[in-house]
């Protein structure tokens, strides 16, 4: 199983820079549509086709007389959607900003079975419930370095149901810093960030507490695009937050490269292991990019009392805009813990569509092979399809209702197990 999964990772890695059809991830889905008048169409985007097959100019029209049905979908969906400026409670001032979000989310079963990294159920956790999953605070001072040094820093909180899944519950013994933060059983809070930045030129360097996204998908729920997290994220992310160095620099034409050392994973100001961190980003072309993040070492000296873990966790992430109302995106991981004994290797893919500044749709298919990381001594296929939809009422309020299956298959007994959920979630930013 071990080199079965080294081979798939490493076919995809060379498929990656051979191919050379990936993008570098954002994090964020933009809602970069066609603009709503006929004749400031994008000539790359699809609405030109309802624009030029004889309806009126001026918006599109709908006579069924001169236009296909695909042409009128389409003209619908290029229309003018007006969301307004976005608010801000606080602003920025100086480079200092403040701000944050809400999350409220609803879903009908415990998505992706429950299963969550390193025994741990984590995110979207609490079915059956109307939840808070996220009410998120942040303040923070950019650096500028152009001109020579600059220091900065940032402090983010968050309380809800996602809060016990960003505490340190990886610092020794499971105690310490905010890992006693819990209110009840499904409620808490967290401290994921407190860092200080220094910046010089082209090179900065973070130290404190920081959050760890290596994948597409990250903890911060407004840079996702569904409400569900993938069995990527939650299985083969195996660090949400750490404390320690990193490093960043990006004095390279269409590249950057980050490196530091941390002190374990999920740990909040205590060491607990050993490891190394970094990366690179690369501009491929202007709607081509990709990245590779990995973390390895000493993962744990202890985790709830147990012997030291050694491993690591790669992730390649890729972007590519198919044209400007079509992006692709595609995530590898492979992690691998004391010398394979537990491991884990999938894919997964995602399609966004944008009709306009107020509606996109998304999809989003995996595959992960989990060995023992999932549930202990399992060895595993697990697939997941979800279909989605951002809908931006204002500025500040998105809705993203989806659709979820899950189907999983034993690799030894070939026993399966499927399930399907709804999930929809708001967030308002302020």
């Known amino acids: 199983m071990k080199l079965t999964k080294l081979a798939v990772f490493a076919a995809i890695t060379c498929g990656f820079h051979a191919g050379n059809l990936f993008a570098e991830p954002t994090h964020e889905v933009q809602l970069v549509g066609c603009e709503s008048q006929c004749d400031n169409v994008d000539p790359d985007c699809g609405c030109e086709t309802a624009c030029d097959s004889g309806c009126d100019s001026a918006a599109c029209g709908l006579s069924l007389a001169d236009c296909s049905l695909y042409d009128h979908i389409m003209s619908i969906a290029c229309r003018d959607c007006c969301i307004g400026d976005p608010w801000h409670l606080f602003g920025e001032c100086n480079r200092i900003s403040a701000g944050g979000w809400l999350q409220t989310a609803y879903q009908t079963d415990q998505q992706g079975f429950g299963l969550g990294t390193l025994g741990r159920s984590n995110f979207n956790s609490y079915p059956e419930h109307f939840q808070l999953q ?141 490891a ?98 999932a549930n202990v001594g399992v060895d595993e296929d697990l697939y997941e399809l979800t279909l989605g939809m951002h809908y931006r009422w204002c500025a500040n309020l998105t809705l993203r209702p989806e659709l979820r299956w899950d189907w999983r298959e034993n690799a030894v007994t070939g026993v399966k197990d499927d399930q399907f959920s709804y999930a929809t979630s708001a967030i308002m930013t302020f």
Request: glycine share 14%.
């Open 134 to 274: 996220q009410g998120w605070l942040f303040a923070e001072r950019a650096i500028d370095a152009s001109c020579g040094w600059d220091v900065g820093g940032r402090i983010d909180y968050v309380y809800g149901t996602d809060g016990q899944d960003v505490q340190a519950f990886g610092n020794p013994g499971g105690t310490g810093y905010d890992n006693s933060w819990d209110n009840g059983s499904h409620y808490g809070s967290a401290l994921p960030q407190l860092y200080l930045e220094v910046g010089y030129g082209d090179l900065s360097a973070k130290v404190g507490h920081m959050i760890t996204n290596i994948g597409f998908e990250t903890v911060e729920a407004t840079g996702n695009f569904f409400s569900s997290r993938s069995f990527a994220f939650n299985i083969s992310q195996i660090s949400y937050s750490t404390t320690g160095v990193l490093a960043t620099y990006s004095g390279f034409d269409n590249m950057t490269l980050t490196a530091g050392w941390i002190e374990g994973l999920n740990t909040g100001f205590e060491d607990n292991g050993d």
């Open 276 to 373: 190394f961190m970094g990366g690179v980003a690369v501009n491929l072309t202007d709607r081509l990019n990709a990245k590779y993040n990995v973390i390895g070492g000493k993962v744990f000296d202890s985790l709830a009392g147990g012997p030291a873990i050694q491993g690591y966790a790669h992730s390649i992430v890729a972007e590519y805009d198919i044209r400007c109302d079509l992006k692709y995106a595609m995530q590898t991981s492979l992690v691998e813990l004391n010398d394979g004994a537990t491991s884990a290797a999938g894919i997964s893919n995602y399609l966004f569509k944008t009709l306009n500044d107020c509606t996109s749709l998304g999809a989003r298919f995996e595959w992960l092979n989990s060995d023992g990381l």
